[in-house]
């Protein structure tokens, strides 16, 4: 079975502030895939970044940074110097298939002026 | 380029009675997902097509839903003998097999149920 928790259920942070969200899976499968989405109050999942289970380099994409570290299961997500627009739901999300994504209960991150 | 459709984007209705939603997904895309996201929650995977075929159903997908992709491009979901239970944001996702598999799935706005 696999599951995805994101212990942080809300986050309140100040605009210029960093912030981590935290994600942590469980799997049987060598083979998978983590992703995170965002989800802003209109609604509409974006897609963040695909990771595979193979690949533990982190990523870095603008303010967007991803921690994968398999001895850990963690697959972690920072944002440096936050923004009001960065005000949103965040998803961790994890699939050995490639289709059926699990996805975490979320985190809610609200960055205030 | 545009994106996923969903229609209708609001659907209230009384228990009991049928809905029916669509999904238009991105057009080059052959893989398509049904989701439902209850308030507080992730997605929940409900099912997924490649091409026309349906490949996947989830547990949560009882009798009284059934999805379609008839000619492989659109794809409907209906629910019957609507329950308060079933009211939700109903998600629809595209990928493409084409570039290796393991894609981003795309999402739609959604459809939220209401059922009263």
């Known amino acids: 079975a696999q599951k995805v928790t994101q212990a942080q259920t809300e986050i309140s942070v100040v605009e210029k502030e960093d912030v981590t969200l935290d994600c942590v899976y469980e799997?049987?499968?060598?083979?998978?895939?983590l992703f995170w989405y965002k989800q802003p109050p209109s609604g509409e999942l974006v897609f963040l970044i695909r990771r595979n289970s193979f690949d533990e380099q982190n990523e870095i994409s603008g303010r967007y940074s991803w921690n994968f570290q398999k001895s850990t299961s963690s697959f972690n997500f920072t944002i440096t110097a936050s923004q009001v627009v960065d005000s949103a739901v965040y998803f961790c999300?994890?699939?050995?298939?490639?289709?059926?994504?699990?996805f975490g209960k979320g985190t809610s991150l609200l960055v205030t002026p | 380029d545009t994106g996923v459709s969903q229609d209708p984007r609001h659907k209230i209705t009384k228990r009991g009675q049928n809905v029916t939603f669509r999904c238009d997904p991105i057009?080059?895309?052959?893989?398509l997902y049904w989701y439902r996201q209850t308030l507080g929650q992730g997605p929940e995977f409900l099912t997924y097509?490649?091409?026309?075929?349906?490949?996947?159903k989830s547990r949560l997908l009882s009798d009284r839903f059934s999805a379609e992709r008839p000619k492989g491009s659109f794809s409907t979901l209906e629910i019957q003998r609507t329950e308060q239970g079933d009211s939700a944001m109903y998600l629809c996702?595209?990928?493409?097999?084409?570039?290796?598999?393991?894609?981003?799935?795309?999402f739609g706005p959604g459809t939220r149920l209401t059922v009263l």
């Open positions: 999300a994890l699939t050995y298939s490639g289709y059926a994504l699990n």
């Open positions: 996702a595209s990928s493409s097999s084409r570039t290796g598999g393991r894609d981003e799935q795309f």
């Open positions: 799997t049987r499968d060598t083979t998978y895939y």
């Open positions: 097509f490649q091409n026309e075929a349906q490949l996947e």
């Open positions: 057009s080059e895309h052959n893989r």
